[in-house]
């Protein structure tokens, strides 16, 4: 189901959170609201769940204007960023409690349960209680709980913000699987750019309330509209007066380079090597080259060297 | 070190022995010296059992409305924001704050025959000073504040999440109470019941100003030990009345006690 975000403002106090936000999250998408914090990112995602209600704009999810229609009668999955485990209920109780609420008969629960216990692989801890499950089941059951409803839109708040990293990398891995099993059209919020890229289709880049870009992740990565979504979006560093990716700059030698060099520092970090260069016009810059590039070229300290950007990545 | 802590163990033993410990242990050996009989004989006097029922009806009726009240006035603290929210919390404190006689005086002002309230209720026939209405209703007032003490710091730390799953999930406001917020704070309403309980069984300051001690119809428990001791000078009544009390305190206390060592269990954390 689509939803469609017209002029959205919400403050508090003095704060503006949100202000004036207009976007269209397509059928079936996964969409990332991308943001350092503060940025009204998770805002945004509670005035699509309707936990919070905007000052001013409208909500529309599949057509239907829900901007006054309360949450519980939203039809909509939320996982919240500590996954809000309904603490003395076991994994059945907590995933079947939307269907309880919505009258189902116990049989049916039970069949659904363990159809959605399956689907997140979490089976065998039915009977456990969340106080006994690690923090990536936890959030597991956390969206087995929002799917039983079978919601019109799910939205996940920080989805993988508490976990370890190789925790995180596995979740990741697996919801963008679970989504293209089922197809539910999903937002969440995080501040991980790389976590937005892996795994949205769609991207929404914030910063203080407003919207600054939005698109599919490559052109944002490779377009980005400003400093700031350049910046944030990956590894970025200033060259000639400009933003650019250090792995879009070259070594050269100096009579080829846009700008002469002389190399201050240089870091292995397995296949990729940071080299740092201190430019002739007195500012400084870093390139990312491979680990066979940096053997090739025979780079050292102290060395003089041109830079330039790679021609063939000139959009 | 570990001389110093023994040190500091032996003050603290001896300190509670003089204040606590070696009155209660007179009080049980004045109680039981004449016999089990002779202290049977004085617990089942007339007034004596009067009192004691007095004292379990009062409980029976104060216990539970102001565990709801208190629930209630919890939920609105903890979860809401309204003017006069600040007024409303320090309310709930005055009973700890200010002498239960006071509350007591106050009381006798606002319902005697021409105070405020008083005299309207008296023109329908409702008398309360002087009677078991008015007992009840000192008695709320004194051990009001314990459930709302309990539960709200227990609401704050809970936090609203799992109130705003449950409502994303479709539930209304009654089955969030009942499945979500209730059982979060369970072990902390009985922990305010429990002590809502024990201040109701020996209030004694706010009932004596209210009550007028009419023997075998407004006198509860502490207040029938007053009355042996300085009006009829009883001293194995006083005793045996006391002890009583003190044992069923004590059961409380003990309901108390496990209630932490359950609670402290219970609660994991789970940010």
């Avoid at chain 1, 060259?239 to 070259?250: I, K, M, Q, S, T």
Wanted: aromatic content about 6%; glycine content about 8%; overall charge neutral.
């Amino acid at each position: 189901m689509s939803i469609s975000l017209k002029h959205l403002s919400k403050h508090y106090g003095s704060t503006q959170a949100v202000e004036d936000v207009s976007a269209e999250i397509v059928h079936g998408s996964l969409t990332a609201v991308l943001g350092p914090s503060g940025s009204g990112k998770s805002t945004l995602l509670k005035l699509i769940s309707g936990l919070e209600r905007p000052d001013a704009g409208t909500v529309v999810i599949d057509g239907e204007d829900v901007t006054n229609v309360d949450p519980r009668h939203r039809d909509i999955g939320f996982c919240f960023q500590h996954y809000a485990p309904f603490r003395h209920m076991n994994v059945s109780k907590n995933v079947g409690f939307g269907l309880k609420v919505r009258k189902r008969s116990p049989k049916e629960i039970d069949a659904r349960v363990k159809e959605l216990l399956a689907l997140v692989k979490l089976e065998h801890k039915a009977k456990d209680y969340p106080a006994q499950l690690s923090g990536g089941e936890r959030q597991r059951m956390a969206l087995a709980r929002a799917l039983a409803i079978e919601p019109r839109v799910l939205l996940l708040d920080e989805p993988f913000g508490a976990l370890d990293a190789v925790v995180r990398a596995e979740l990741r891995h697996w919801l963008k699987e679970l989504h293209q099993q089922i197809h539910v059209t999903t937002v969440l919020v995080t501040h991980d750019q790389q976590e937005a890229m892996e795994v949205a289709d769609q991207l929404i880049v914030m910063r203080t309330g407003h919207i600054v870009q939005s698109g599919n992740p490559l052109a944002l990565y490779e377009r980005p509209a400003t400093d700031f979504v350049h910046e944030f979006l990956g590894p970025s560093t200033v060259f000639a007066g400009e933003v650019a990716r250090p792995h879009d700059l070259e070594l050269v030698s100096v009579y080829q380079g846009t700008i002469t060099g002389r190399i201050t520092s240089i870091v292995s970090l397995g296949f990729e090597a940071q080299v740092t260069v201190e430019l002739s016009d007195g500012t400084s810059t870093w390139v990312q080259l491979s680990r066979n590039e940096l053997a090739a070229m025979g780079l050292r300290v102290a060395l003089l060297v041109g830079v330039r950007r790679r021609d063939d990545v000139n959009f | 070190m570990n001389r110093n802590r023994w040190a500091v163990r032996a003050v603290v033993l001896v300190y509670l022995g003089i204040l606590i410990g070696l009155p209660v242990v007179f009080l049980v050996i004045k109680a039981l010296g004449h016999g089990l009989p002779a202290f049977w004989g004085e617990v089942t006097r007339p007034d004596a059992l009067l009192a004691l029922k007095l004292s379990v009806e009062v409980a029976a009726i104060a216990v539970p409305v102001n565990t709801i009240v208190g629930v209630g006035a919890a939920i609105l603290i903890a979860r809401h924001n309204f003017f006069g929210k600040r007024l409303l919390d320090t309310i709930f404190d005055v009973p700890i704050a200010i002498s239960p006689i006071i509350i007591g005086v106050a009381l006798v002002l606002a319902y005697s025959r021409i105070g405020w309230f008083g005299a309207p209720l008296a023109r329908w026939g409702i008398m309360v000073l002087f009677s078991p209405l008015g007992v009840v209703m000192a008695t709320m007032a004194v051990s009001l504040p314990y459930v709302l003490r309990s539960v709200v710091p227990v609401l704050l730390e809970v936090g609203i999440d799992e109130e705003q799953a449950a409502r994303t999930l479709g539930a209304g406001p009654l089955r969030i109470f009942w499945h979500v917020t209730l059982p979060a704070i369970r072990w902390a309403v009985m922990y305010g019941v429990t002590l809502t309980l024990a201040r109701t069984l020996g209030e004694f300051g706010a009932v004596l100003v209210v009550s007028g001690n009419i023997s075998g119809v407004t006198q509860t428990l502490p207040i029938y030990i007053y009355d042996s001791w300085d009006q009829r000078f009883d001293v194995l009544g006083t005793y045996s009345g006391a002890l009583v009390l003190a044992m069923m305190s004590m059961a409380v206390l003990a309901v108390l006690a496990l209630l932490r060592r359950r609670e402290r269990r219970l609660r994991v954390d789970l940010a």
